[in-house]
């Protein structure tokens, strides 16, 4: 594998796989990993710190805030009204190409489901009425339940021009690249 300039003229993929290195994958060969990029993909990490929008700069621990501080966010239409008011440039910004909303969405679930898990463990482990036991059983069922739920968001296929899509994995998507930009 390559790794360094990109050439400009050729197809590239975008891995949106957490455990894997790369972030775009070239036609040639050329590897982009997340230490080639000007900014991480928030897709990759879970950090607090990941960019989910990145027109906007909203991050993991801003949905965290809001959904904490009121119990939502408004960070979803808040940036729907940007779009339509026509300050958005993700086909730039957004390491996919793409609008963010749908991974902005996709984070408020994850988030929200982690903080129900822990707002029901706390609950719980104030209960006087329950055991030991119970209390670990109980912690153990919600930390299982979270994971389940927070795996199921996968990225979204799409076969390169010329391929179909049995031949493509769930978490690699086309896209075009606008290099000045990301690298």
Same mark, same amino acid.
């Given at each position: 594998m390559m790794s360094g300039v990109v050439p400009l003229r050729q197809g590239y993929w975008l891995c949106r796989e957490p455990e894997c290195d790369a972030v775009y994958f070239g036609e040639d060969a050329t590897v982009l990993t997340a230490s080639d990029m000007n900014v991480a993909p928030g897709f990759k990490s879970k950090s607090p710190d990941a960019l989910v929008c990145y027109c906007f700069q909203h991050?993991?621990?801003? #949905? !965290?805030? !809001?959904?904490?501080? !009121?119990?939502?966010?408004? #960070?979803?239409?808040? #940036?729907?009204?940007?779009?339509? +008011?026509?300050n958005c440039a993700c086909e730039v910004r957004n390491p996919s190409g793409k609008c963010c909303l749908g991974d902005v969405q996709v984070a408020v679930q994850e988030i929200s489901a982690e903080l129900g898990s822990m707002m029901c463990v706390d609950r719980a482990m104030r209960s006087q009425s329950m055991t030991r036991m119970q209390r670990v059983t109980l912690v153990g069922i919600l930390l299982a339940a979270t +994971?389940?739920?927070s795996s199921a968001c996968g990225g979204?296929? !799409?076969?390169p021009s010329g391929q179909d899509d049995a031949t493509t994995d769930s978490t690699v998507e086309t896209v075009s690249l606008h290099i000045e930009g990301m690298t």
């Open positions: 991050r993991r621990r801003d #949905i !965290e805030a !809001e959904l904490v501080a !009121e119990g939502r966010t408004s #960070i979803p239409d808040r #940036i729907t009204a940007e779009v339509k +008011a026509g +994971a389940v739920g979204v296929a !799409e076969a």
